[in-house]
């Protein structure tokens, strides 16, 4: 009896533990904040899947998925919409773009995957720097085109 309640708490204590940090998420889950997004896809993702994007280049592998699985994070996490915890959460750091936000969760996801630092802040300064690139070559467009008169070329 002895043995058989021993060989009984082996395979439910490997059971439990086998499944790591995961927890039991729900259909249409929605992680609150990028460490959630990362523990998320460490459970969805195959161990294979998780082989072959860890092996490649940090910005190929975010790139070959950014119209797959990014799209499949823009859309079911609805960072479209913006309203949920993890848009909160990247609104609050300054990130507002949805593009944005599911290459930095690639991204951090690739890293992890790798043992390396996230590195949050740099990812957010760079997309930060990149878009004020952008809004001060409107401005400049806009100088230019006000500079114009009519017949000019």
């Not at 860890?54 to 950014?66: C, F, P, R, S």
């Not at 992890?112 to 996230?118: A, G, Q, R, T, W």
């Amino acid at each position: 009896m002895k043995n058989a309640i021993t060989v009984i708490l082996f395979f439910v204590s490997t059971t439990v533990f086998s499944q790591g940090d995961c927890k039991d998420y729900k259909e249409n889950y929605i992680p609150k904040n990028l460490k959630d997004a990362i523990e998320y896809l460490n459970c969805e993702w195959s161990e294979s899947d998780k082989m072959e994007f860890k092996n490649k280049k940090e910005d190929e592998a975010v790139t070959e998925v950014h119209f797959g699985t990014g799209m499949g994070i823009r859309n079911g996490w609805e960072l479209w919409k913006g309203k949920n915890r993890i848009s909160r959460f990247f609104k609050s750091n300054g990130i507002s773009h949805p593009d944005d936000m599911s290459s930095i969760i690639l991204t951090s996801f690739h890293r992890d995957l790798n043992n390396k630092p996230i590195e949050l802040k740099e990812q957010i300064n760079y997309y930060k720097t990149y878009w004020n690139g952008r809004k001060n070559q409107r401005k400049n467009l806009k100088k230019k085109f006000k500079e114009l008169e009519i017949g000019d070329i």
